[in-house]
């Protein structure tokens, strides 16, 4: 059993909880001495067993694709069995605990489907061995079925591990390369921070699992998990991408937005200097983007009470993009610092930006659209205060009279259109997690 397997079990046993239990009686059962190669049979030398198991495996993924669930699930546990049998050399028969376990999972049956997730993480282990880079992406899988179906006590372990060798990896090459700087009869060369070709597409892999676990611990409130998961990534993809790219960038702005969870406002300004200052190096004049790092940057200044700098980066935003043809920049930049001149109580330089922001809102969206109930409430406050009692009471009355039918349209559609929005995406993620995994590595 390799390193990692051990290193899952003792932690859970600690911890009381009876982890990869199913992984455990498989153990019992198979001869750990077994080579891996044992099981890697040519095409035509594979034994009866195995393409029975194949034909079992085909004919239930097969069912599962065509939603016959009770099918697919009678073929795959059945195609699991079989392959308990052959062996845990095989790295191909993991595919059917993995796809039980999806299968179980589009079917809300949580608990059940656990076990052959953690079944099928044990059998890529086994054939795998100590070659851990190649278990990533599958530690990341189980990390985020176990945060988000149930079992985030177990996710902490497994993820502590994912870190332990991501950080290992990169400080490894970071020395090799150094070695190599420092040979007897070289030049002496300093380690110019990038990775060597062959292992960057890994070591970006590995960066972005760790961004995309990073979102999942803060959205659950675990803002220390998420810190280490982000500035382990950061660390990563400044050796392989360099210092110039836009994904360097997402990494400043999410330790940015965790330092303003933290209520690190100055540690949050500094990050998100750096997010807008490679963005405006790397991206198109006029991105959006760049004004979604400007208004970022904004926040962590008035959190800080440096007001008069925020209001010079929201003015910078509407003259750049002023002219834009959907102005939609240009009216979230106008919105934004009016609503911080009303807080500031500067009522009457709040009015020109909130009427102009509500005038490109209702050019975009039309004149009944909920999109602009926000922009006839904060405009309406304004002129209250600004003397204008008559027309700011209008503008609150025309919000309210907007926010019940948009309400009732959305209760309307509630059962139907959200619901089934939840299934399909619940099904797609557990049936194909690869289509997941490839939307994913283009952050």
Same mark, same amino acid.
């Given at each position: ?159 502590? /591990?994912? $870190?332990?060798?991501?950080?290992? !990896?990169? #400080? %490894?090459?970071? @020395?090799? &390369? ?74 400043? /702005?999410? $330790?940015?937005?965790?330092?303003? !969870?933290? #209520? %690190?406002?100055? @540690?949050? &300004? ?174």
């Amino acid at each position: 059993m390799s390193t990692l397997i051990r290193s899952l079990i003792r932690r859970q046993r600690h911890q009381r909880v009876a982890a990869f239990s199913i992984a455990l009686a498989i153990a019992a059962l198979l001869p750990s001495t077994q080579p891996v190669s044992a099981y890697f049979y040519a095409a035509n030398n594979e034994p009866p067993e195995f393409k029975h198991w194949q034909q079992t495996q085909n004919q239930g993924a097969a069912a599962f694709e065509a939603n016959e669930f009770t099918k697919a699930e009678k073929l795959l546990k059945a195609a699991t069995e079989e392959a308990r049998n052959i062996g845990p050399g095989d790295i191909r028969i993991a595919k059917s605990p993995g796809d039980l376990g999806r299968l179980l999972a589009v079917r809300g049956r949580f608990k059940e489907a656990q076990q052959y997730l953690e079944e099928e993480f044990y059998f890529k282990d086994r054939a795998i061995g100590e070659d851990v880079g190649k278990m990533v992406l599958d530690m990341e899988d189980l990390i985020r079925f176990y945060l988000t179906c149930g079992s985030a006590e177990k996710a902490k372990p497994l993820t502590s /591990d994912l $870190l332990d060798f991501v950080q290992g !990896k990169f #400080k %490894e090459q970071a @020395e090799q &390369e150094a070695k190599q700087s420092l040979e007897k009869g070289k030049t002496l060369i300093g380690w110019a921070g990038t990775a060597a070709p062959a292992v960057q597409d890994p070591l970006l892999d590995w960066a972005i699992s760790c961004d995309k676990l990073g979102d999942l611990y803060r959205d659950r409130g675990d803002l220390e998990t998420s810190d280490k998961l982000y500035k382990t990534a950061l660390d990563v993809k400044a050796t392989v991408l360099g210092k110039k790219h836009l994904s360097l960038a997402n990494s400043y /702005d999410n $330790l940015g937005g965790l330092c303003l !969870k933290k #209520k %690190e406002a100055k @540690e949050a &300004e500094s990050y998100f200097r750096e997010a807008l200052d490679i963005t405006t190096r790397v991206a198109e004049p006029g991105d959006p983007t760049i004004y979604k790092r400007m208004d970022r940057l904004a926040s962590s200044l008035v959190a800080q009470g440096k007001i008069s700098e925020a209001e010079q980066i929201y003015l910078r935003a509407i003259r750049t993009w002023q002219n834009c043809v959907t102005g939609s920049v240009e009216q979230r930049a106008l919105f934004t610092l009016g609503c911080l001149y009303a807080d500031q109580k500067r009522f009457g330089s709040a009015a020109p930006m909130l009427r102009r922001a509500l005038h490109i809102a209702e050019r975009t969206n039309g004149g009944q659209s909920d999109a602009l109930v926000p922009y006839l409430k904060k405009y309406g406050y304004v002129l209250y205060y600004c003397g204008q009692k008559g027309q700011g009471q209008n503008l609150q009355a025309r919000a309210n009279y907007i926010s019940p039918v948009v309400k009732e349209l959305q209760a309307e559609v509630k059962v139907g259109k959200l619901t089934m929005g939840k299934l399909t995406t619940a099904s797609e993620t557990f049936k194909d997690p690869s289509r997941r995994l490839k939307t994913a590595r283009t952050n």
